[in-house]
């Protein structure tokens, strides 16, 4: 097996490495330019054309100093996420991606966010929070109830599930840690199923059509 290949293969754990905030949006030849604000650890050993996850959306730097990512993102990856939903002083997740031999501590996720959830339901319970999620009907049946999901870029296990809704149990470290806290009634947020979890309920369907 070929490690050096296996090193190149670009996917991330879900685990958030720290939050940044949006300091500049600017739009030029199609083209949205987005300017985040993180610290130096997280630029250590980052080098242009790396990925990261952005809320967890998978973008190339195309430039950092200081304390400073730079990023280009095309129309498909803009309508298909939050990214247009971006204000100036906005909080998003942030993650390198892995590299070989480092543990998952999530679960993999590619960065290919497949649609947007929006928010239905924020209730406190004591310092956690319980969130209620409402997902396309075509993208439904990935979501399990104990399975793992990707909001915002963080790996999660799914609680009850209700026909196009599941809830989410956000426990104090993960609403310190990430941009979650922040959910309100309403609100977008990039949605990435497991990918395990779709090649199942696909390939179970398949061989149910031919019986």
Known sequence: M???KITEVLMFSGIIQETGIVE???AANNIQKIQIKCTKGFLKNL???DSVSVDGVCLTVVKFEKEMLFFDVIEETISRSIIKEYKIGAKVNLENSLKYGESVGGHLCSGHVHTKGV???VELNGDSKNVLIEVDQKWSKYVLEKGY????GCSLTVG???RNSFNLH???ETLRATNL???VFGQFVNTELDQSTIAIVDTTERLAHRN
């Open 2 to 4: 070929n490690i050096e």
């Open 24 to 26: 500049k949006i600017s």
């Open 170 to 172: 956000l426990i104090p």
């Open 149 to 152: 999901i990707s909001i915002n």
């Open 119 to 121: 928010v239905k339901e």
């Open 181 to 183: 806290d922040n959910l």
């Open 47 to 49: 080098k242009v054309g």
């Open 160 to 162: 009850k599930v209700s």
